[in-house]
């Protein structure tokens, strides 16, 4: 293996890295502030992509325009979702919210059926296409913006949670719900902020993958696993640990898959997850309890 | 409230007493036919052009087609059985094989079909065939390509379509042929199969018979299906210098591959597909002019309307009500239904054993067909023996079939543009 | 008086049991009380551990997966009996149950639900590649012998005796645990940790105790949907999902206790069955629409199961009746 081959899966890997890292953002957000595991989570990413092809095949609207468009949707998607159903189970144990979360998933793979059939769908011809030669080095342009987009929405996300009051606030519920409530942060408006937020990362990404991945009802499950892995291997609840921790899987994911064989490349990744949390049982970046 | 714990209590009631709720009514003068087929899940969208497809034929039995010259075209139902009226009856098998079993009985047992079409997956279709065998009804199997299928020797089991056997055999006598006829003789074979039964079994004929003709095969991929990313098997190839490509995937993984081909610049002299997501019309749709020069073995195309004005006819009709032009599948599992009516129409009774013995006397001609087969007509272990395959060049966004050269209607294109020269 | 009551419903619905596959006679229908029977029984298997002991596994599958490829492989290599090769399964499985135990259990809470479902992932991909167990292609029960020897039939009784039996012997396990010092300190490890801990209970000792019975039943259910099914592959026994099922027939019908699986493995083939009968053959989704809105209906108004809400009524209307 020559260096040029090594360095061109490294940084495919670093860009496909920085996606999977927004997807996990956004889980890791709900996670944080409740302590729920989404499993609707890859089902929101679908509806951004949905969005962003829809929108794009009806108005002729690039997806890197209307991706204010669908992040507002999303956001309204993921409060309406929190207020009609994890509402009513904040407080119930950790089964009966997997089970809700479970039921939306599919819900919403069956209702994009239901809707918009489930034919394969493309984004053809966005401003972002095609691809640049830099040393021998190929790069698509898709993946680039995906990428740079997936680092500005991130940090977006970091600094929302960190230097605006409203942050301070999601932050303080995730800390002390009880706490923060007395020092009257209501915390079911904080939640469902929490799971606006969630979504909208989820949708934004959807929109940047819109560029290049298919599009279809069951899109969401390729993505999920590897979302799961991210937030935990980062951390639960911790935004620049899914960041660090999107790249190393999409790292460990293409070089592991040209070495050791594609075949292989999933089980690679979760066996590198189980090691480091092994190690490090709150993940590379997460508090101790 | 009150009115709340009513409603709770008569939605747990509706829950317990739903599936109670079975049977149906008896129709006279009505064929029932099974057909168990992927309408939920990552396949849906290629089992609902199936589904069409079938709608399509048991519509032209019921109802006829005019000016279009097949056996059974003119409509009134099945003469030899009073004319009576076909009835397909869908189920969703979700591409899981213990649901097309189950499904399997439920139609055998409880809607009292009479024969059984499905599944496209070669997995599905070996349990629900299973089925069939257990309480002997004839199941006929339209576009599953697994050899192991025919290799059990069911009594029930019937497949019209050529097995992935004879289809990778075509992938070398074309190679042969190009080498002979146009002097293009590939050096170095990449395969790229995704790791499902199909994709396996593929992968072990086309190294078996590379072995056998003096092919050189560098590199062998057999990745998963369904991956967020395929950049390290597109690496793989690229450090192989392939510079031909045989690969075998479904619709999602054929886009995406494709995609990252021109994205990572892996431009080899020539792709050759194993059929299905190649072949998918949302294939070309998706990908554009980007689809161009991509060979695939194939059993149907469009242009095949020069040898055999049936083709253009029924395409026509099917493109008419559905907006989109038939392919290697719809056309197949088109085909499938009609080669069943016959059969139950020759046996003149919806018996099980009538069936089976019509359907192994099955004698249709090549010109009664809208594939480009010699005909259909069963071995003793059910599998169709005139099918044959093809091999089409999607150029102009269109599928044009350039081997073999006897029905070839455009010349081959090789090696495929780089893409930087497009 | 109320485990009398209890006692004579259990006998009465042992024998309703029994005599049931004469009531309903279309193997179809018989068909679908076998997959009622089946869930159940993996649920049950999956109750001790993550119902009684708390610890939410959705890695099941690949116990479930174990036991079915355990028996296949030494039925089709040399012959062995599923019977058992069934009871070999349940062993290899409890062992590997305990390996993985004893490297999960390090984790809490929805890290340990996330290394499992890491496990059967990992195992997945493992059996997808390992041609030795037919990889992608699966395996084949074969089905030229027939009978109580091989466990293959043409008829859906035996099936349906067998799995009746294994359920019964799942519920027998489960509930002689529940009547022992096992029964005691699970609930001790479920609700009071550190209470227990402090008693000098072996928090993990025990998690390991339970996680070796549930797989060891759980892969029975395995080695009894091979030769119900005569196909096996990694699509059909290691996916997720199919862990996902096991934990949702349980919540379904309520977690932690005897016969809540049972009752959820009803309600979630019946919903599963019906919706795809009548709707899935539309190819418009409708199906899943319909499956999903229950399962979130269900999860959000009778967050205790449906066997705990069945007890909330009845006490609410011995209640009423006492205070009349």
């Known amino acids: ?289 | ?422 | 008086m109320m485990t009398k009551k209890r006692n004579s419903l259990i006998v009465v619905g042992a024998a309703l049991a029994l005599v049931l596959p004469f009531i309903v006679s279309n193997p179809a229908h018989q068909n679908y009380l076998i997959l009622v029977l089946m869930f159940a029984q993996i649920g049950v298997a999956w109750n001790i551990l993550g119902g009684y002991v708390g610890q939410v596994s959705l890695g099941h599958v690949a116990f479930f997966g174990i036991g079915a490829y355990t028996s296949t492989a030494l039925l089709i290599s040399v012959g062995l009996s599923p019977w058992i090769g069934m009871l070999i399964g349940g062993i290899v499985a409890a062992v590997f149950g305990v390996m993985i135990g004893w490297i999960c259990f390090r984790f809490k809470g929805h890290y340990f639900t996330m290394a499992t479902i890491a496990v059967a992932e990992i195992i997945q991909v493992l059996f997808t590649n390992w041609e030795g167990v037919g990889g992608a292609v699966g395996l084949y029960v074969p089905m030229d012998r027939q009978g109580w020897g091989v466990m293959v039939f043409n008829s859906k009784l035996p099936y349906y005796y067998i799995a009746l039996g294994l359920l019964c012997v799942t519920l027998l396990g489960n509930w002689a645990i529940e009547k022992s010092f096992l029964g005691y300190y699970f609930r001790a490890i479920k609700d009071e940790p550190e209470a227990a801990r402090s008693l000098g209970v072996s928090l993990t000792a025990y998690k390991l105790v339970a996680i070796a019975i549930s797989s060891f039943f759980t892969a029975m259910g395995g080695s009894f949907y091979a030769q119900k099914e005569l196909f096996i592959d990694p699509g059909s026994v290691l996916v997720t999902s199919l862990s996902v099922k096991m934990s949702l027939v349980t919540i379904l019908g309520g977690v932690g206790s005897l016969f809540g699986p049972l009752v959820g493995s009803t309600l979630l083939t019946g919903i599963e069955e019906a919706t795809r009968q009548f709707f899935g053959g539309s190819g418009m989704g409708i199906d899943l629409i319909i499956y999903a809105s229950i399962i979130i209906i269900v999860a959000i108004y009778y967050p205790a199961g449906v066997l705990g809400w069945i007890k909330h009524l009845l006490r609410r209307d011995a209640k009423t009746e006492g205070g009349a």
């Open chain 2, 1 to 422: 409230m009150m009115c709340m714990r009513k409603l709770r209590s008569a939605f747990a009631a509706a829950l317990l007493l739903g599936p109670c709720f079975f049977g149906s009514a008896q129709a006279q003068q009505e064929i029932k036919i099974g057909a168990i087929y992927p309408l939920t899940g990552a396949a849906a969208s290629t089992g609902l052009e199936m589904r069409n497809a079938l709608e399509l034929a048991a519509d032209m039995i019921n109802n006829g087609a005019k000016g279009i010259d097949m056996p059974l075209a003119a409509g009134g139902g099945l003469p030899n059985l009073g004319n009576a009226k076909i009835r397909l009856i869908f189920a969703d098998h979700q591409g899981n094989p213990q649901v097309g079993a189950t499904e399997a009985e439920r139609l055998i047992m409880q809607e009292k079909v009479v024969a059984l079409l499905g599944c496209y997956f070669s997995n599905v279709t070996s349990t629900a065939s299973q089925m069939a065998e257990r309480y002997g009804v004839p199941f006929l199997n339209p576009e599953s390509s697994s050899a192991k299928l025919t290799q059990r020797r069911f009594k029930w089991f019937f497949r019209t379509t050529p097995h992935d056997d004879l289809f990778v055999h075509n992938f070398y006598e074309f190679l042969k042929d190009i080498g002979a006829k146009k002097n293009l003789k590939p050096k170095r074979i990449a395969l790229l199969n995704e790791n499902t039964e199909w994709g396996v079994e593929t992968t072990k004929i086309e190294e078996k018979l590379a072995g056998e003709l003096g092919y050189n095969i560098v590199e062998k991929i057999i990745y998963p299906a369904k991956s967020t990313q395929l950049t390290s098997e597109v690496q793989r190839l690229k450090a192989s210098k392939a510079d031909l490509l045989m690969q075998s995937s479904y619709l999602g993984d054929a886009i995406l591959s494709m995609k990252t081909y021109k994205e990572q610049g892996f431009a080899p002299s020539a792709i050759l597909a194993n059929d299905a997501g190649f072949s998918d019309t949302e294939f070309r749709r998706t990908l554009g002019k980007d689809a161009n020069y991509v060979l695939s073995r194939e059993v149907w195309a469009k242009d095949l309307t020069t040898q055999n004005p049936l083709i253009k006819q029924v395409n026509d009709l099917y493109a008419q009500k559905y907006k989109t032009d038939f392919n290697g599948n719809s056309a197949r599992s088109f085909t499938g239904l009609f080669v069943l009516a016959d059969a139950i129409n020759r046996a003149g009774s919806t018996a099980p054993e009538a069936i089976r013995k019509a359907l192994s006397e099955t004698n249709i001609p090549g010109k009664h067909l809208i594939m480009p087969w010699e005909g259909v007509k069963f071995d003793a272990t059910g599998q169709n023996t005139l099918g044959r395959g093809i091999i089409v060049q999607i150029q102009n966004g269109e599928f044009a079939t350039v081997w073999p050269f006897d029905i070839a209607t455009k010349d081959i294109i090789w090696p495929m543009p780089a893409w930087d020269k497009r």
């Open chain 1, 1 to 289: 293996m020559n260096g040029e081959i090594l360095l061109q899966t490294l940084l495919s890997g670093i860009l496909i890295g920085l996606v999977y890292a927004l997807v996990a953002v956004g889980l890791s957000v709900i996670y944080g502030v409740m302590e729920i595991v989404n499993f609707a989570h890859g089902e929101f990413l679908m509806l951004g992509m949905y969005s962003s092809f829809w929108l794009f095949a009806l108005f002729a609207l690039d997806p890197l325009a209307t991706l204010p468009l669908t992040l507002l949707l999303l956001f309204g998607l993921g409060a309406l979702v929190y207020r009609f159903t994890i509402k009513r189970i904040v407080n119930a144990p950790m089964l009966s919210q997997i089970f809700v979360t479970f039921g939306l998933m599919i819900l919403f793979r069956g209702g994009a059926q239901f809707f918009w059939k489930p034919d394969f769908r493309t984004v053809e011809n966005s401003l972002v296409s095609g691809n640049v030669v830099i040393n021998g080095l190929y790069f698509g342009i898709p993946h680039i913006v995906a990428a740079l987009g997936a680092v500005v929405a991130t940090g977006a996300v970091w600094w929302f949670i960190n230097r605006t009051r409203l942050g301070a606030a999601l932050e303080a519920t995730a800390q002390d719900k009880e706490a923060a409530q007395l020092m009257g942060i209501p915390s079911h408006w904080i939640f469902a902020l929490a799971w606006g937020l969630g979504a909208a990362c989820a949708g934004v990404a959807g929109v940047l993958l819109s560029t290049f991945f298919p599009i279809f009802p069951e899109v969401g499950a390729n993505f999920c696993l590897i979302a799961f892995v991210v937030v935990a291997l980062g951390g639960f609840g911790n935004v620049t640990g899914a960041l660090w921790a999107g790249i190393i899987v999409g790292v460990v994911e293409v070089l592991g898959g040209f070495w050791i064989g594609p075949e292989y490349k999933l089980a690679i990744v979760l066996t590198l997850f189980l090691a480091v949390i092994l190690v490090r049982p709150q993940g590379l970046m997460g508090r101790a309890e």
